[in-house]
């Protein structure tokens, strides 16, 4: 049983239901109907040895934790209010980590108009965890769903991937504003966040929309962090950038007759890049490579194997 | 460094600010306002190794993740809406262990009206750990913080202290109907959920409402499982009642003259137990023996040592 196995039987399980749950597991955020205010909602967890490394700085681990939360909020095309973290240390650990991974924390946080309204601090034996808890509104035009792709729309994504584990994964910038961008164009139909790569996330995206998807592979930005691995590694970076976790990057479908427009108009030092087009459902996912020629979906993908 | 001055320091850190937060870290919720209608959010962490063993049921380990963030909801006078879970699994672990956490989370959620909404998995090389955020919505008469105690008030609990580490701990049940029974007399001036132990917790109010207490030792309710723990072990029971961490029952003030209306119309199963008065700030916490003499209030509670 893998990390995805397991997260599909929890759903299943834990799912709760009523009229106040508008989206409960399986998208970036849970959407949660207060009074008739939309309340978004999400919460991850990194580990020591799994998310960052004990040697990492704790200022670079307590940015990430918040981060990520950002980055979920920004791939539901929701923005950021308030937040909660759980803090789990290394007993005997270094007090100038937790305070380190405070600052961290605190300085993402305010960056991105995030309030941090509390905590739970406990000491273990284990290596140390932080979980961040982010909850948000919907930015004008969204929240934007997984699930809202049509056949003949446009596939793209921000910014370039691949090889974020060379450092990029601890101080990424999270997409908030290209988020809101994207939401006030209401030509997006569907996005969510990067976080376990593009061949993984584009197969949640398609699954949640009931499309396929045909990539054109040499479209995909590779980021110069996945040239210098692969170089290093003599491996290809165009996988990389397909397969590599971390990018926490925006992947949206976009009315097709609408594209243009957004891209002619995109102002953000971002990029923002066509890298295929969505097509029936039956047609699966299909990388195509620069001859024209169509080749199977990459597997891969970061996912943890739990056994 | 321990836990507490951690918690402080984070706190001045991290506090998030601005209209829209009613009430940030320092209490068992934070309050956050959503355009007029109020939302309680706390998370809370259990380590293996800490919280629980790693030969506990799985199931009871999941029941106390999301009963420790019912138990903080009930504190602050507020009912369940929605939760969000993250686990932590221990890589190589096994896959059964996942499954009955789960059952236990959504045994727990199902039967006190929270609905699971989002979740996060991972695999490390730890212990396993579960962060639980619990969101909540003010009962009729709450929310109700730490910080309303007046001199004179009378000091309560719920049910009986002490021992609880004999196995209470895992499968206890939040005080929600007790919660929502005080909320509505709209006699408690200040409330909060036991969980690191009468001493510490009693000064934590205390501190938040700027009131001293005055506790006689003779009227603390002692639980079954602290008097085995001291037979067992020749301490003293109540010594137990008053330090050991993880009661999960509540800890609150009463308005003087609402106390004996409020006492005598008290008809659920769970008792409602008086065990001292407010007193000025200055006079600071006193426990009164059974002859009537004054002593030192106890020093102890479950803090978490950081190194």
Redesign the interface.
């Known amino acids: ?1 893998d ?1 995805l196995e ?2 599909d ?3 299943e ?6 009229p ?2 508008v ?3 399986g998208d970036d ?2 959407l ?1 109907d ?2 008739g ?1 939309t ?1 978004a ?5 990194l ?5 960052f490394r004990a040697e990492d700085p704790a200022q670079d681990v307590g940015w990430k934790a918040v981060a990520c939360g950002l980055s979920d909020l920004a791939g539901m095309g929701c923005a950021p ?9 290394r ?5 100038d980590w ?2 380190g991974l ?2 961290g ?2 300085a993402c ?1 305010r960056k991105h108009g ?14 140390a ?1 932080v ?1 961040v ?1 982010a ?1 948000g ?1 919907p930015l004008p035009g969204g929240p934007v769903r997984r699930s809202g792709a049509q056949p003949g729309e446009v596939v793209a994504v921000t910014g370039a991937l691949g090889g974020s584990s060379a450092g990029r994964h601890l101080s990424f910038a999270p997409r908030l504003a290209e988020s809101e961008r994207l939401c006030a164009s209401e030509a997006v139909t569907a996005m969510m966040d990067l976080s376990d790569g593009l061949a993984l996330d584009l197969k949640r995206l398609t699954r949640a929309s009931q499309v396929g998807a045909r990539v054109e592979a040499g479209r995909v930005p590779v980021h110069p962090d996945a040239e210098a691995l692969a170089a290093r590694e003599g491996t290809d970076a165009r996988m990389h950038a397909l397969t590599d976790g971390e990018d926490f990057e925006l992947l949206l479908t976009v009315r097709a007759q609408a594209w243009d427009a957004l891209a002619s108009r995109w102002s953000l030092s971002t990029p923002l890049v066509r890298i295929g087009r969505c097509t029936e459902a039956d047609r699966g996912l299909v990388l195509v490579d620069e001859t024209g020629q169509a080749g199977d979906w990459p597997g891969g993908g970061y996912v ?4």
């Not at 943890?304 to 056994?307: K, P, R, V």
């Open positions: 049983m990390e397991l997260v039987w929890l759903c399980r834990l799912a709760g239901a009523g106040d749950v989206q409960g597991p955020c849970a949660l207060m009074q205010v309340l909602a999400t919460t991850d967890a580990l020591e040895g799994v998310h209010r308030w937040g909660l973290c759980a803090v789990g240390l007993r005997g650990g270094d007090g937790a305070r405070a600052e924390m605190a946080a995030l309030a941090l309204v509390g905590g739970d601090v406990t000491a273990g034996d284990g290596p965890s979980t808890t909850l509104r943890h194997a739990l056994d």
